[in-house]
């Protein structure tokens, strides 16, 4: 589920969105995919180079690549010296994104790491990264959240900014019943962030749930 909002709604918000045509011509691409529900929206890739953007955001993190599409937004942002770490493990999908990064002329400042995010993510902090990012974006496998939102909160500089994407999982965090694997990360994860004193935090309803984390 791309968002929970009404079709209607849905549909009026994408349509208000800024994007490129690059990025609307990946999206058309994506569409056709048999996971293309795992591509974020427009709206939301909207958000992402706000949020870089306001915070001067010159290295950043993306852990769960899929096609590009928020790679672009990122990127975008980025002063022209700035990389993005590209953490996925599909040599496939991220083929498309690696052609939609040059068309966009952002190739220069993306970083692909085809290798295990969490392995990625040690190896930065074992090369001196610890302290030193200013934004990462976690959209990958929901049971490996919390691990990869540890290690980010190592990365990040004080007043640097997570954005984790489907922490609403389509509503099924609201169910009471006990649900699959990656809803119970989802769900012990959103408590453990409320809760988290290291952090200032938001959940908010964009898209299929995106919580927002400041490191303090």
């Known amino acids: 589920m791309r968002s929970l909002l009404p079709e209607a709604v849905d549909k009026y918000v994408a349509s208000l969105a800024h994007e490129t045509d690059v990025q609307a011509r990946l999206r058309e691409e994506t569409s056709k995919l048999s996971v293309a529900g795992m591509q974020i929206g427009a709206d939301q890739g909207a958000f992402l180079s706000l949020l870089v953007s306001a915070i001067g955001a010159k290295h950043a993190i993306e852990i769960g690549t899929f096609t ?3 790679a672009i937004s ?3 942002a980025l002063p022209e010296d700035g ?13 498309i994104a690696k052609r939609y990064w040059k068309e966009a002329r952002l190739d220069a400042r993306i970083d692909l790491r085809l290798a295990p995010a969490l392995d990625t993510l040690n190896d930065l902090l074992g090369d001196g990264g610890e302290g030193t990012f200013d934004f990462v974006f976690i959209d990958a496998d929901k049971t490996g959240y919390d691990a ?44 453990k962030i409320a809760s988290d004193s290291r952090v200032d935090s938001s959940l908010l309803t964009i ?9 303090r």
């Open 68 to 70: 590009g599409y928020s």
């Open 74 to 76: 990122i990127a975008s």
């Open 83 to 95: 990389r993005l770490i590209c953490c996925d493990v599909s040599e496939e999908w991220t083929e």
């Open 148 to 191: 990869y939102y540890e290690a980010s909160l190592d990365l990040l500089r004080p007043g640097g900014l997570i954005a984790l994407d489907n922490t609403l999982w389509g509503g099924a965090v609201a169910e009471v019943a006990k649900g699959d694997a990656d809803t119970e990360a989802l769900k012990s994860l959103n408590l």
């Open 207 to 215: 898209g299929d749930g995106v919580t927002l984390v400041r490191k």
